[in-house]
């Protein structure tokens, strides 16, 4: 099956236009958790005290599901 990872990088979509083969969902979702760890390690921590990371896969039309990865530096009291 040809899966689609739309892509969110915190502002706006990138819609994937060429899709991957996957033989399962469930590998399709591997993909976008790697995706999605990919994604953290660029662009983390240079991108801020916040980041909203998601990838929605879509099999041809049908929107199948959406992997959300959100980071948050929290600050505590300095010494």
């Known amino acids: 099956m040809r899966y689609y990872f739309d892509i969110f990088n915190g502002s ?39 980041a909203d990371f998601r990838i929605r896969v879509r099999e041809g039309k049908a929107h199948r599901f959406t992997a959300k990865l959100n980071f948050e530096l ?4 300095r010494p």
């Open 12 to 50: 706006v979509w990138a819609r994937d236009d060429f899709g991957m083969d996957c033989p399962s969902e469930r590998l399709a979702r591997q993909q976008a958790i790697m995706a999605l760890l990919d994604m953290a390690r660029e662009e983390l921590p240079g991108n801020g005290e916040v």
């Open 74 to 77: 929290v600050m505590l009291g």
